[in-house]
């Protein structure tokens, strides 16, 4: 009798081994895809908030210079530098004639550069802004 007691009790607990192994691998397979997916949405959250920092930026530098020209002080290109409020940040301004014929209208580019996963990233924002005497 004695035998037998022994003989359920270890067929039973390699059952119970058997049930948890199987249950793991259950959860498992549930909690993979769900924290890919919780990666991939803070990935996307975070370059939509670099996306967003750098159109604020590009927008603040578009009405300095509209301000500037509306006090005579013209537009002229700049070379990339750092903001100093946001270093991790570039801006650049590019100024082109606007359109032929029409002296004083300037095609005024914006853009702003930042580093994202080891590489390079711009957004670029253009307007036209009248950089003559009115």
């Known amino acids: 009798m004695m035998g037998a007691g022994r003989c359920g009790r270890s067929a039973r607990a390699g059952f119970f081994l058997l049930e948890v192994?199987?249950?793991?691998?259950?959860?498992?397979?549930?909690?993979?895809?769900?924290?890919r997916a919780c990666l991939a949405s803070l990935r996307v959250t975070t370059r939509q908030n670099r996306l967003r920092a750098a159109a604020s930026l590009a927008h603040e530098k578009l009405e300095r210079l509209r301000a500037a020209a509306s006090?005579?002080?013209g537009v002229r290109p700049e070379e990339a530098a750092a903001d100093p409020?946001?270093?991790?940040?570039?801006?650049?301004?590019?100024?082109?004639?606007?359109?032929?014929?029409?002296?004083?209208?300037?095609?005024?580019?914006?853009?702003?550069?930042?580093?994202?996963?080891?590489?390079?990233?711009?957004?670029?924002?253009?307007?036209?802004?009248?950089?003559?005497?009115?």
């Open 21 to 35: 192994s199987f249950a793991v691998l259950a959860f498992l397979l549930v909690v993979t895809p769900i924290f």
């Open 71 to 73: 006090r005579g002080e």
């Open 85 to 134: 409020a946001v270093p991790e940040y570039k801006v650049a301004v590019d100024v082109t004639d606007g359109q032929k014929g029409i002296e004083g209208l300037k095609l005024v580019r914006v853009i702003v550069t930042w580093e994202e996963s080891g590489a390079e990233e711009s957004l670029r924002v253009s307007t036209l802004i009248w950089n003559g005497s009115r």
